[in-house]
Nanobody, 115 residues
Framework: QVRLVESGGGLVQAGGSLRLSCAAS????????MGWFRQAPGKQRELVARMSNDGSTNIADSVKGRFTISRDNAKNTVHLQMNSLKPEDTAVYRCNVRAGVVDYWGQGTQVTVSS
């Protein structure tokens, strides 16, 4: 059984910062990438940031320069440092782990940015 535990969401004023963390545990083999997706009300889920095992990243244009993704491969954890937050960043953020051809998802953590 695979378990992803997220932490760090909350309410913050525009311009503020939050740090999301996700720890993966259980029978996960051959992790290829870890990252974060988000979904705002009435919108489709979108990739925020993802980091592959070789350290390469895929960052959404809307958050480039503001969000930073990092991983601790030994601990199977991934972090998302979010700075200069904007109201449009408000969404449920979900951790994603890709292992082979299988995607694992966290339960989601709410990020709300007030103007």
């Amino acid at each position: 059984q695979v378990r992803l535990v997220e932490s760090g969401g909350g309410l913050v004023q525009a311009g503020g910062s939050l740090r999301l963390s996700c720890a993966a545990s259980g029978s996960i083999f051959s992790i290829n990438a870890m990252g974060w997706f988000r979904q705002a009300p009435g919108k489709q889920r979108e990739l925020v940031a993802r980091m592959s095992n070789d350290g390469s990243t895929n960052i959404a244009d809307s958050v480039k320069g503001r969000f930073t993704i990092s991983r601790d491969n030994a601990k199977n954890t991934v972090h998302l440092q979010m700075n200069s937050l904007k109201p449009e960043d408000t969404a449920v953020y979900r951790c994603n782990v890709r292992a082979g051809v299988v995607d694992y998802w966290g339960q989601g953590t709410q990020v709300t940015v007030s103007s």
